[in-house]
């Protein structure tokens, strides 16, 4: 009852969902009760009246990249499948929770899921489906940052929400320096002047060239979705 009285912030979100968020405390594959209680938190947006679309990493089952001993082109194709695998983790968890979605991909598999086509992707939205966006951009060379700005765009989102594994931006790594600042707010010059390493500089050009903020916050409490598709002050707000 309380989630129809209150108004959502954002009619209409991206939520960029890193793989290895849905791997847990086992940092490979899948763990299905984590990605059960992010779902149930995605599902209470869209009870809320938030229409959502989403866009999950791969890392959990592929960093082909990291070893660089193969090929560019065919480990980001890999890296695609990945990302596939979990989108469709993660629609199942949503329809077990009685949710209606759509997979879509940018890469042609249609025994899988449908394709990406633009106009089919908001005909959902308006029909209350979470949509989840796989394989990336479908292109090499792009990251899955770059692809939830893409989509957020094309598809008229509101924000970006990316959901990672600290509570926002900071001056430098927390993880290594105790004293490292973190910010409220912070604009997309000045996160690509002083190189942070929150998000790759392709998606956050895109974002501020398509006005499109992003917030990045903490996913160690999947609610924090809910609370950020409200307005609550979580994480770090790029604009």
Known sequence: MAD??????YKRILL???????SGKKKQGLDFDVCNSICTAIKRCVDAGVEVGIVVGGGNFWRGRASGKMDRTRADHIGMLATAMNALAVADCLEALGSEVR???????PQIAEPYIR??????????RIVIF????GNPFFSTDTAAVL??????????????????????????FPDAKRFE???FDEVLLKNLAVID?????????????????????????????????VGTLIK
Do not use: W
């Open 134 to 137: 796989g394989c990336g951009t």
């Open 103 to 109: 997979v879509q991909t940018a890469i042609s598999m």
């Open 4 to 9: 129809n009285i209150r108004a959502p912030k």
């Open 151 to 176: 989509r957020a765009a094309e598809t008229g989102c509101d924000i970006v929400l990316k959901a990672t594994m600290v509570d926002g931006v900071y001056d430098k790594d927390p993880h290594k």
């Open 185 to 187: 707010t912070i604009s």
């Open 119 to 128: 106009q089919r992707a908001v005909r959902h939205f308006l029909k209350n």
């Open 16 to 22: 960029k969902l890193s793989g290895e968020a849905l």
């Open 201 to 233: 500089s392709s998606a956050a050009s895109m974002c501020r060239e398509n006005e499109i903020p992003l917030l990045v916050f903490s996913l160690s409490d999947p609610d924090n979705i809910y609370r950020a598709c409200m307005g609550e002050d």
